[in-house]
């Protein structure tokens, strides 16, 4: 498995704040992604980086920016956390180069907004 | 767009017994395809993965999945299911220009696995 991990794996906020969720990868992949999963829903990407400084939306952006300064660090901001964003957050990372997109995934922050 | 769907929100197989778990995609070009496992409370596993080539790939933990362009279809199946193999299924299609999912996977809802002793 990539070595990602992804901070907090948990927290509660109040609506209205600011919250910072971050992936960290070691394995030095090109692409990183950011899901929310949702029962009934599956994952749904919401954005995707495609290298430093290089970020694009996915299905379900709105309310949420991500930033990547640095190929290992991927962050993902909630401006103004609402409770519909209450969820579980995966990070993941892909290869590139080679042919096969297969994607590996970090261990997940359970976001709660109150 | 492409799309993905799992017809079984929840599956009940004996232990002992085989499993198949269906997955259909809307793709217009040939897809990448992915089945992933989700065990309780974890991140999401790869089980195996179709991107060109014999259309019946194995994966790990005794899985094997079967392309079939006819029937838009991806099937996840096991020969003999184990305790173990209670899980979330999620079966998964690379979009983008590249068709090989560099701008993220579309998933299924997932399919709930459950073993009866």
């Known amino acids: 498995d990539a070595g990602i991990t992804q901070s907090p794996r948990h927290k509660v906020t109040e609506t209205g704040t600011p919250v910072t969720l971050r992936c960290h990868q070691t394995?030095?992949?090109?692409?990183m992604y950011w899901y929310r999963q949702d029962p009934g829903h599956g994952l749904r990407l919401i954005h995707y980086?495609?290298?430093?400084?290089?970020?694009d939306k996915g299905e379900v952006s709105d309310g949420y920016s991500v930033s990547r300064s640095k190929t290992e660090d991927f962050l993902l901001t909630l401006e103004s956390a609402t409770s519909s964003q209450t969820s579980v957050y995966f990070c993941?990372?892909?290869?590139?180069?080679?042919?096969?997109?297969?994607?590996?995934f970090g261990p997940g922050t359970r976001l709660t907004v109150t | 767009a492409q799309s993905v769907t799992q017809p079984d929100i929840h599956i009940t197989v004996s232990e002992g017994a085989s499993l198949e778990l269906r997955c259909n995609y809307s793709?217009?070009?040939?897809?990448?395809l992915f089945w992933y496992v989700q065990s309780p409370g974890q991140g999401l596993q790869l089980l195996l993965k179709?991107?060109?080539?014999?259309?019946l790939v194995q994966g790990i933990k005794g899985f094997e999945a079967e392309f079939k362009r006819s029937q838009s279809s991806f099937n996840l199946r096991k020969p003999s299911v184990h305790w173990s193999d209670a899980a979330e299924y999620f079966c998964?299609?690379?979009?983008?220009?590249?068709?090989?999912?560099?701008?993220?996977?579309?998933f299924g809802k997932g399919t709930h696995l459950i073993i009866q002793p």
């Open positions: 993941s990372t892909s290869a590139s180069g080679q042919g096969s997109y297969e994607q590996y």
């Open positions: 394995e030095n992949h090109r692409y």
């Open positions: 980086s495609y290298g430093v400084k290089d970020t």
């Open positions: 793709y217009g070009a040939t897809p990448y």
């Open positions: 179709y991107f060109s080539g014999d259309t």
């Open positions: 998964a299609v690379g979009e983008g220009s590249s068709g090989g999912g560099a701008d993220g996977l579309t």
